[in-house]
Nanobody
């Protein structure tokens, strides 16, 4: 089994930055696609960003493009979500997800059901 642990959430003001971290442990695979999703109260879980194993390809939701980035750590089982110019509408529980594949297949990265492993979530609240 793979465990994903997120950290770095909190309460911040609009316009500021926050960085989330996600580390995978337990049974590890040689390659992972890793992604971030978020879920606001009363809304469905939505795709935020994803990165393939090599880090050569990244994918972003239109709502965060240009503000968020998803770098991988030097240890490939770690991924970050760097969130800049935060807005109140970014308020949500953020979840890390992992799929033991090297690359996204089609639109797989954008679909929560494509991922096998999930973290417990970390709350991000952006005040106006």
């Amino acid at each position: 089994q793979v465990q994903l642990v997120e950290s770095g959430g909190g309460l911040v003001q609009a316009g500021t930055s926050l960085r989330l971290s996600c580390a995978a442990s337990g049974r590890t695979f040689s390659t992972y696609v890793m992604g971030w999703f978020r879920q606001a109260p009363g809304k469905e879980r939505e795709f935020v960003a994803a990165i393939n194993w090599s880090g050569g390809s990244t994918y972003y939701a239109d709502s965060v493009k240009g503000r968020f980035t998803i770098p991988r750590g030097n240890a490939k089982n770690t991924v970050y979500l760097q969130m800049n110019r935060l807005k109140p509408e970014d308020t949500a529980v953020y979840y890390c997800a992992a799929e033991p594949k090297a690359y996204c297949s089609g639109y797989g990265c954008y679909d929560a059901s494509w991922y096998d492993y999930w973290g417990q979530g970390t709350q991000v609240t952006v005040s106006s």
